[in-house]
């Protein structure tokens, strides 16, 4: 039997698995038939819809570069410190038993999940604050890893083509800001890439803008992602001596816990119990289900997120390598720039990695436009590498 032939054999069973979902999942869930892409594919495959996007973020580029990009802290000589690649696993495997326990769909949780960070540049938000600047004082609207992430997978991976995923994956993508705190997300719904479109320019154009997700996935990924980092932050933060665990804030231990296992279990069981999201057969309330945290829960892990900011993400041992890190991008910013100006980029062997793109994004972009994206998607060695060979003073591990 041909490949074709055993592919033909396959879609009765895609078919059947689509109409499960009608009576396992939540109508409040996004079903995986719903899925919407921007051009459309004449070639069906026999995957669910969500599942193939969450196959095409595995096999990109841009998602191998994850292996060395800094979480939190950079250039440290302990392969047990969390990186992003780790960071994004975590995320997945919280949202999706979130996603399970509330019937939702897995396989778009998994996406939006592993294409969450994919547009983070070099050292973390560090990083990301310093190539924003950048941007900034070259004409550009300010760096945002949300709105690079969805640039990544929709517009620069395979030579410009992008990866057509569906609106409800990258909608997640651009939407999840792990950061920000809040005690309950609602969906907003809506069906058209235009509108995708509009609120990736004012995220752009306002990094610190908070956008509500599309689909109740995109928001569990959103909560999840903080549930993934306040307790392995610590863990690392403990391993690295720059804390003890008894300096955890009485109140928080009360009620979370002292543990990354505790303080996970702890959120992800309250997330559970409190999130309102219509059984399967049901009929959703007017104002719409929604995912979120208990009163006291939600409190202590604001204050939780606080302890971690003063103490950690703040503390100056973290910082040590920053100001040297800071003077490496804005010297190879401006060198790259410069090479590109005036000249054929497709020419320049140091732009390896964008010289595959069509000749349209080369006349499309403005120079600095495609440092920018050049820069996101290095990894934090290739970017000291390319640092020390315009003559940076790096620093190295310790």
């Not at 002292?258 to 007017?286: H, Q």
């Not at 000291?384 to 190295?396: D, F, M, N, R, Y």
């Amino acid at each position: 039997m041909s490949g074709h032939h055993r592919q033909l054999s396959l879609l009765p069973l895609l078919e059947s698995l689509n109409r499960e979902e009608e009576s396992k999942l939540s109508p409040s869930a996004a079903a995986s038939k719903s899925a919407q892409r921007r051009n459309l594919e004449e070639k069906q495959g026999y995957r669910q819809n969500f599942a193939l996007d969450a196959d095409r973020i595995l096999h990109s580029r841009a998602y191998t570069r994850y292996i060395d990009k800094t979480q939190v802290f950079c250039l440290v000589d302990n392969d047990h410190i969390t990186h992003r690649v780790l960071h994004v696993q975590l995320v997945s495997r919280i949202a999706r038993t979130i996603g399970r326990f509330l019937c939702l769909n897995e396989d778009l949780i998994e996406a939006i999940a592993l294409g969450h960070d994919i547009g983070h540049p070099p050292f973390g938000h560090d990083g990301e604050s310093f190539l924003s600047a950048l941007c900034v004082q070259h004409g550009l609207p300010p760096f945002s890893h949300n709105v690079q992430s969805v640039r990544f997978l929709d517009h620069l991976e395979r030579n410009g083509k992008g990866w057509n995923l569906s609106l409800q994956t990258l909608d997640g993508i651009l939407c999840h800001d792990g950061e920000s705190h809040a005690r309950t997300l609602t969906a907003k719904r809506y069906h058209d890439f235009d509108t995708l479109d509009k609120k990736s320019a004012a995220k752009e154009a306002n990094p610190s803008l908070d956008l509500p997700c599309m689909t109740l996935e995109g928001c569990v990924v959103r909560l999840a992602d903080t549930v993934a980092y306040i307790g392995r932050d610590i863990e690392d933060a403990i391993t690295l001596k720059l804390i003890k665990r008894s300096g955890i804030p009485a109140d928080c231990k009360a009620v979370l816990g002292d543990t990354n296992g505790s303080i996970v279990y702890n959120l992800v069981t309250d997330l559970i119990v409190n999130s309102s999201v219509t059984p399967p057969g049901g009929i959703p309330p007017a104002g719409g289900d929604h995912i979120g945290y208990s009163q006291d829960i939600s409190a202590a892990l604001k204050k939780l997120k606080e302890f971690n900011y003063e103490t950690i993400y703040l503390n100056p041992l973290t910082k040590k390598s920053t100001p040297r890190i800071k003077e490496c991008y804005e010297k190879l910013f401006v060198s790259l720039a410069g090479q590109l100006h005036g000249r054929a980029a497709i020419a320049l062997p140091r732009f390896d990695a964008m010289a595959k793109k069509e000749i349209a994004y080369y006349n499309d972009q403005q120079p600095e436009a495609v440092v920018r994206d050049y820069i996101a998607g290095m990894t934090d060695e290739f970017f000291l590498k390319q640092a020390a060979a315009i003559g940076c003073s790096i620093p190295e591990k310790t």
